[in-house]
């Protein structure tokens, strides 16, 4: 397969080396960052009453000390989507005074069995 050559088809083109089928939905993990818990906590808040189909979660990460929610959609990881959801999910934070830092996914999907637990692809600007 062939992918752009950005951050988002890197990311992609690595999946794909890691034999995950990018053909086939997966839960894919988007990360917004904020400075203030208040902010994060809002911006979870505001999510939770839109029509999104996801989970997702706040938490703090000590290594940057920012606060992250973490939106986990299930889709087709397929780069126009992938760009578009991250964009406006970066608008959405901008909102609430966060930023978005990128997407991964866990590499133990349903139809993944041999990849651990721990494993997570993810870009190199992310900084998890």
């Given at each position: 397969?062939?992918?752009?050559?950005?951050?988002?088809?890197?990311?992609?083109a690595?999946?794909?080396?890691a034999?995950?089928?990018?053909?086939?939905?997966?839960?894919?993990?988007f990360?917004?960052?904020?400075?203030?818990?208040r902010?994060?906590?809002?911006?979870?808040?505001?999510?939770?009453?839109?029509?999104?189909q996801?989970?997702?979660?706040?938490?703090?990460?000590?290594?940057?000390?920012?606060?992250?929610?973490?939106?986990?959609?299930?889709?087709v990881?397929?780069?126009?989507?992938?760009?578009?959801?991250?964009?406006?999910?970066?608008s959405?934070?901008?909102?609430?005074?966060?930023?978005?830092?990128?997407?991964?996914v866990?590499?133990?999907?349903?139809s993944?069995?041999?990849?651990?637990?721990?494993?997570?692809?993810?870009?190199?600007?992310?900084?998890?």
């Open positions: 397969m062939q992918f752009p050559d950005d951050d988002n088809g890197q990311m992609l690595a999946m794909a080396d034999g995950i089928d990018l053909t086939q939905s997966i839960e894919v993990d990360f917004l960052v904020f400075d203030d818990q902010d994060a906590e809002s911006a979870l808040e505001a999510l939770s009453q839109t029509d999104m996801g989970e997702l979660e706040v938490n703090f990460d000590e290594e940057s000390t920012k606060w992250e929610v973490i939106v986990c959609l299930q889709m990881p397929d780069y126009a989507a992938l760009v578009a959801k991250e964009t406006e999910l970066n959405f934070a901008q909102e609430f005074d966060g930023i978005s830092d990128g997407w991964g866990m590499q133990n999907q349903a993944d069995s041999e990849f651990t637990d721990d494993d997570h692809v993810h870009s190199e600007h992310c900084k998890h």
